[in-house]
């Protein structure tokens, strides 16, 4: 008995290591082409780490290319996507949650609908959308087109936190006094804390990422984001991957900042203690 | 302070209806106690009395006032879920001040209504807690107090007491009581809790499948059901139903399914050979008496303070209750009887038939 559990114990840790090994190691292989000089790229066949390191390749990209616009840019496109989904989905979710009316049936299943699309087939209609109106190759426009395609999922995904938060909180608070605003804005709204926190992570890394509208919707440098820069490595002859990677490498911080900053509502259960227990 | 008119509400959930005309006057102050089993209607009238439900038919009068289409907050009701409801990210204290604040009265206000409530509960040394960080009982109080500090025209309480252990539960029904006599607050007070029921209650509201069938004060309820549904319901163990048919030669009695004749202390007025049911609670039937009749001892319960005997009087299932350990050792027989004063009578439609 005691020995099956040590072997169960073992064998999840186990299955952990090998999952964190598998999904870290291409960003280990990231940073290992970052730091690893050009000459000895080829030379040295495969290996886990290469006999001496450069940072030139970090210097390179942030004193002599573009980059420090294309982050720039980035970093407002998908800060500014994250937050307006985020605003209109917790919204549209709670709507979705608690209020019952005509059609809804159909208006969550033309969401779905939306999501079902590949993506290919907007980019022309997208763009003589926002032609005219002078969205294209500009900032504004993407984070429109970002916000169109990210709200349904955000919806969802807000539905299921408010879902999770007994109804009994917003009755008693109207009981208390509260008009249903209030309760929302009150009582629920800081429950949802981490799944608003959960939003912002995933629509963050989404719009952060995203690549064939930015590289569809913008031309020139001025308003590209970063993965549209990061393709700028690959010319007609040749790809520098030091560089490339060095870009990919300063391209994660960002998003790291990002979720530690929001890792604290992600694993809080804020409703801990709402009702019996 | 107020009283609360119901009149004729019925509520449909979709093509269903769930309350079938409901109409129930409750005076200022008085402590109404709303019974009955699983799934008819208790919490959907309480909930509508609350404002949470929209009312399908019928009018709700609360102080001289229509409150039909008033929003629950500006009914000035009290609730305390049977969840507690409790907001997990407001310490004890703002659980309890939350109502007043949204209203912007002011602090020291706040203040002195919150510390008069946690001292009338006992909370005194918790109002820095966060609700997970309670017990259930201390949860329990705090929704209470939440309830009290606004001094509402009104009380409602939904199983307040269902989560609790039997001993708290019993400490906080007598809390209960306290509060309503100091307070002398109109209340409505679900329960499944027969014990809850009789003691609190000024008046008892027994509902099944959304009809109410009797209200009246507990004793009324106990003596004189109203119905079969109502005589099953309140007392427990349940009162014993024997069918039999009724004669009314040489005297009125009900003749048992197995020939026995059980006498009746006066002319109910039947037709002779109607269907009726005899009905005795288990504390009523008399054990160990010469006469009598022959009744087979299936099973002993000794409850401590009494014994509950599981009794076949030919082949129908009786219970009785005593208080005589005697009983404990009695053979696999016991001869009982029915005294003709604590005989119930229903006819064949189950309504009460007057004995006494
Ligand atoms: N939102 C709803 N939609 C549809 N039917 C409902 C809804 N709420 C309650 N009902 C139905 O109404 C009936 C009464 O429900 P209610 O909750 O009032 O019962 P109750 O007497 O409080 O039962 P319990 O003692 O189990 O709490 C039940 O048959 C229930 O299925
Ligand atoms: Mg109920």
Redesign the pocket.
Known sequence: MRNFRLIGTVAHRLALLVYIAVALFPLYWLLKIAVTPDKLLYTEGVRLWPSHITWSHFRFVIENSDFPIFFRNSVIVSGSTAVVVTALSSLSGYALSRFSFRFKFWLVGLMLVTQMFPLVMLVAPIFKLLSPLGLTNSLTGLVIVYTAFNLPFATFLMQSFFDGIPKDLEEAAMIDGASQFTAFREIILPLTLPGIAATLGFVFTAAWSELLFALMLISGNDAATFPVGLLGFVSKFAVDFGQMMAAGVLALIPACIFFLLIQRYLVQGLTAGAVKG | MASIDIAGITKNFGNIEVLHGIDLDIEDGEFIVLVGP?GCG??TLLRMIAGLEEVSSGDITIAGRRVNDLAPRDRDIAMVF?SYALYPHMNVAGNMSYSLRLRRTAKDRIAQAVSGAAGKLGLEPLLDRRPKALSGGQRQRVAMGRAIVRQPKAFLF??PLSNLDARLREQMRAEIKRLHAELGATSIY?THDQIEAMTLADRIVAMQGGVVQQVGTPLDLYDRPANLFVAGFIGSPGMNFLPGRYDAAPGPAVILADGARIALPLDPGLAPGAEVTLGIRPEHVALGESGGMEAGVDLIEPTGLGIILHLSLQGVGLKAFTADRGVLNSGPSIRVSLPSAHLHLFDSAGNRVALR
């Open positions: 699983s208790k919490s049977q939904d199983e679900v």
